[in-house]
C-alpha cells in the first residue's frame, strides 16, 4: 500500500503562482511514476503532469509552459504559474506501483480575482 497526502492548494488571482506537493509513504520502494490529475466541476479528470523514477516528464498541453513538475525522493511537486481561472480543480496526486495506482484525496485551486 501507498500513501499519498497532498498539499498547497488554495486560493490565487489569474496570473500568480502556487506549488503543490504530494508526499509518498508505505511501500514507495514500489512506485516507478508519480503524477498531477486535475478535475474541475462539471469535467472530467485529466492528466496534468507526470514524472517517472528515471526523470522522464510528460505534461498536458494545456499546461506546457506554465507549469512545472519535479520530484525529489518520493515527494512530487507541481510547481504552477501563470495560473489561469481554467486551472481551478481539484489537484490529486498519483503513484504508479507495480500495475496499481494509488490516489490522494487531493487539494483545491481556485484561480479567481
Known amino acids: 500500500q501507498v500513501q499519498l497526502v497532498e498539499f498547497g492548494g488554495g486560493l490565487v488571482q489569474p496570473g500568480g503562482s502556487l506549488r503543490l506537493s504530494c508526499a509518498a509513504s508505505g511501500s514507495i520502494f514500489r512506485i516507478n511514476a508519480m503524477g498531477w490529475y486535475r478535475q474541475a466541476p462539471g469535467k472530467q479528470r485529466e492528466l496534468v503532469a507526470a514524472i517517472t523514477s528515471g526523470g522522464t516528464t510528460n505534461y498536458a498541453d494545456s499546461v506546457k509552459g506554465r507549469f512545472t513538475i519535479s520530484r525529489a525522493m518520493y515527494t512530487v511537486y507541481l510547481q504552477m504559474n501563470s495560473l489561469k481561472p481554467e486551472d481551478t480543480a481539484v489537484y490529486s496526486c498519483?503513484?504508479?506501483?507495480?500495475?496499481?495506482?494509488?490516489w490522494g484525496k487531493g487539494t483545491l485551486v481556485t484561480v479567481s480575482s
Open positions: 498519483d503513484a504508479r506501483a507495480g500495475s496499481m495506482d494509488y
